[in-house]
């Protein structure tokens, strides 16, 4: 099953907000790549949230509800729901992937602006460790 990161900024919308509201609409982006990557989502797809601005970490944990559908607030991007998992009981920071070797080839790390990535097996697998998931 694919995984992704999604990015947010927490004064925006916290993971914390998706919790409280236990399914929410992922919806602004607008970045090609991310577009493309955002309509590649299938149901059940991991996905990890990471807190952009001060904080700079994964946080927790989530799956895609849904299909990607077209953004209610601008109809030329796609949106999609997400359902939150579980909070990570250790949050990643950014630094800690940056120097981690697994993450190298990582497009959170190449391409630092993208807000909706990719992520394999292995990086799933090693953010789950590094998060005291596994």
Sequence with gaps: ????????EPETY?????????CGRWD??????????????APGDDLAIYHTGKTK??????????YPYPDPGAPPYLAID????????????LAQ?????VFADCALIRLPRLSVVPLTP?????L???????
């Excluded at 916290?14 to 236990?22: H, K, N, P, S």
């Excluded at 970490?57 to 849904?66: D, E, S, T």
């Design 82 to 93: 997400v359902a939150p998992r579980q909070w990570l009981p250790q949050p990643v920071p």
């Design 28 to 41: 602004g982006v607008k970045n090609a790549l991310a577009q493309r990557h955002l309509r590649a989502i």
């Design 97 to 101: 992937l940056k120097v981690d070797p």
């Design 14 to 22: 916290a993971y914390a907000d998706l919790v409280q509201e236990g």
């Design 1 to 8: 099953m694919p995984a992704w990161l999604l990015k947010t």
């Design 128 to 134: 789950l460790r590094c998060g005291e998931l596994r």
């Design 122 to 126: 292995v990086h799933w697998a090693q």
């Design 57 to 66: 970490a994964v946080v927790g944990l989530a799956a895609a509800v849904g």
